[in-house]
Every structure is written in structure tokens, then in C-alpha cells.
């Protein structure tokens, strides 16, 4: 079994900042790919950003320049670091994985979401 829990969301003024973490656990043999995801009301969930094992990360162009994504393979962890925020980056934000496991199954697996609020 393997869980992905997030923390860090919160309400937040617009120029602030926050920092999200996920930390995957469970019967993890190895984890791939790791990404950001969120969803705002009444639009669909989007991707945010991912980086590879190997740390090679991509962002969606709304985000760029003012997050960064990194990652902890020891702990297998990912984080986001959110500077510069806007309103419009208020949204849900999932984080998931690729993960193999010790069973010898592989899948993706999702956080439960953690709400992020940028307003006055």
C-alpha cells in the first residue's frame, strides 16, 4: 500500500509565498516522475509542474519563474516552492507519483489535495 499525504496549503496574500510537501510512503521500491496538479472551482484539474528522478523539472507557463519544484529521494518527498502568488493561483493542489512497488506493481498515485488561497 502506498500513501501520498500533503501539507503546507493555507490562505495567503498575493506576493507571498507558501511551500508545499508530499511524502510518499508505503511499500515503495522505487519512485519515478513526481508532479504538482491543481484545480481551481469549476475548471479542470491542470498540470502545475514535474520533475523527473534525475531532478529534470518542467512548468506549466503561468507558473514560471515563480515556483520551483524540488524533490527529496531519500525521503521521498517533492515540494513546491510558491513565491510571487496570485489570486488566480488559488486553487486545490495534488501532488502524485509514479510508483513501483515491492509487490511489483506500478501505478500512479495521487495526494488527497491541499487547498491554497491567495487573496487580501
Known amino acids: 500500500q502506498v500513501q501520498l499525504v500533503e501539507s503546507g496549503g493555507g490562505l495567503v496574500q498575493p506576493g507571498g509565498s507558501l511551500r508545499l510537501s508530499c511524502a510518499a510512503s508505503g511499500t515503495i521500491r522505487n519512485i519515478n516522475a513526481m508532479g504538482w496538479y491543481r484545480q481551481a472551482p469549476g475548471k479542470q484539474r491542470e498540470l502545475v509542474t514535474a520533475i523527473t528522478s534525475g531532478g529534470s523539472a518542467n512548468y506549466a507557463d503561468s507558473v514560471k519563474g515563480r515556483f520551483t519544484i524540488s524533490r527529496d529521494n531519500a525521503k521521498n518527498t517533492v515540494y513546491l516552492q510558491m513565491n510571487s502568488l496570485k489570486p488566480e493561483d488559488t486553487a486545490v493542489y495534488y501532488c502524485?507519483?509514479?510508483?513501483?512497488?515491492?509487490?511489483?506493481?506500478?501505478?500512479?498515485?495521487w495526494g488527497q489535495g491541499t487547498q491554497v488561497t491567495v487573496s487580501s
Open positions: 502524485n507519483a509514479g510508483i513501483s512497488t515491492t509487490l511489483g506493481t506500478s501505478n500512479i498515485y
